[in-house]
């Protein structure tokens, strides 16, 4: 859903970006409200390929687009042993994306931002497990199925509801954005992790400490918090054997 609403619906993303859509499967079988609401988003979002698929119905040009997130995706979905789902791995890949689409200057500087904020409000991983290899990433980009006359194609993107296919963007380029997305998730999980076990130490109230760190599906509070102005991580992502040990101190289960 989030994937189509970059690609071509701003109204889509925009609902994705105001409402709360992180929520408990089980509130699907009691709350007709919702169904209904989720219904409309899904489909919206098969409108839109529908719509482009209608248009180029042998991926002769536009159906292209419809790949956005997955040059990268794929890789960390076959690098991982498919232990990353392909949801999650294209997230991921709609980050880096956004990521490459700002160093090359295709779009805002901000726009990369936006996308992990309502990645990560989804409760959407966007950040590579550093885990992985990096070669073997590279390696498995290599293989993408879609490449064209040897050369790895990127759906970028100018803004939302705005992307586009670039066939030629450097190799050191999207390596760099690897090596970011990689170094990233290392550099800023095992700190926060830190940071929470002493913040626990002190205070069980994320409100209290310099970056909230909450569960992604505590919306209420991620929504209050960014109103507030601070700076928030949501724990449901990140090194897959921290993972738990984040998710039981945002609920308390640890002493």
Wanted: glycine content about 8%.
């Amino acid at each position: 859903i989030a994937k189509h609403g970059l690609i071509a619906d701003p109204i889509l993303w925009q609902r994705l970006t105001m409402e709360e859509w992180h929520f408990a499967p089980r509130r699907l079988a009691t709350d007709r409200l919702l169904r209904a609401d989720l219904h409309t988003l899904v489909t919206r979002a098969i409108r839109v390929k529908r719509d482009v698929v209608e248009e180029d119905p042998y991926e002769a040009g536009r159906r292209a687009l419809l790949n956005l997130g997955h040059t990268f995706g794929h890789a960390v979905e076959q690098v991982s042993g498919y232990a990353v789902r392909h949801g999650e791995a294209v997230a991921m890949g709609l980050a880096a994306a956004a990521h490459l689409s700002a160093a090359r200057g295709a779009c805002s500087p901000s726009l990369p931002a936006l996308v992990e904020m309502v990645l990560t409000r989804l409760g959407l991983p966007i950040h590579i497990p550093p885990s992985l290899d990096s070669a073997a990433l590279y390696a498995a980009m290599g293989n993408d199925k879609k490449k064209k006359a040897g050369r790895l194609r990127f759906v970028l993107i100018r803004d939302i509801g705005d992307v586009f296919v670039r066939g030629d963007v450097p190799r050191k380029e999207f390596q760099q954005i690897l090596r970011d997305r990689l170094t990233f998730a290392m550099a800023v999980v095992i700190p926060i992790l830190q940071l929470v076990l002493f913040g626990y130490a002190i205070n069980s109230d994320p409100r209290q400490l310099p970056t909230a760190v909450v569960a992604a599906d505590q919306g209420p509070l991620v929504r209050s918090l960014v109103a507030e102005g601070r700076p928030v991580v949501s724990v449901s992502e990140g090194i897959t054997g921290l993972e738990e040990r984040f998710l039981a101190l945002t609920r308390g289960d640890l002493n």
